[in-house]
């Protein structure tokens, strides 16, 4: 297992059914996320509307003007956080 913070492979944070086709995490679950790693916006309500609303990537990007990169990788950051913690409490599938 590696230390909070530290990244891990994509495999274990996608899984093998596809970045997009996860389980969506309740807004609680996210607020916690969010407290956590200090999220400033606009990434904040980006990866919000991913990651809780099911939003699509790109067009959150366009929505807030953003670069589809940035949104990106802030998502990746959630799931990556989200994982670790996940791991460390032993939680094997979907979000907290």
Do not use: C, W
């Not at 990169?69 to 990746?76: H, K, L």
């Amino acid at each position: 297992m590696e230390p909070l913070g530290q990244s891990t492979s994509k495999q274990a944070v996608f899984g093998s059914i596809g970045k997009h086709a996860l389980t969506k995490m309740t807004a609680d679950q996210f607020e916690v996320l969010a407290q956590l790693t200090r999220a400033r916006e606009p990434a904040k309500t980006a990866a919000r509307m991913v990651l809780v609303e099911g939003l699509i990537p790109a067009d959150v990007a366009r929505e807030l003007e953003m670069s589809p990169q940035s949104v990106s990788n802030t998502v990746g950051r959630y799931r990556e956080f989200d994982a670790s913690v996940r791991a460390a409490y032993r939680v094997k599938k979907g979000f907290l």
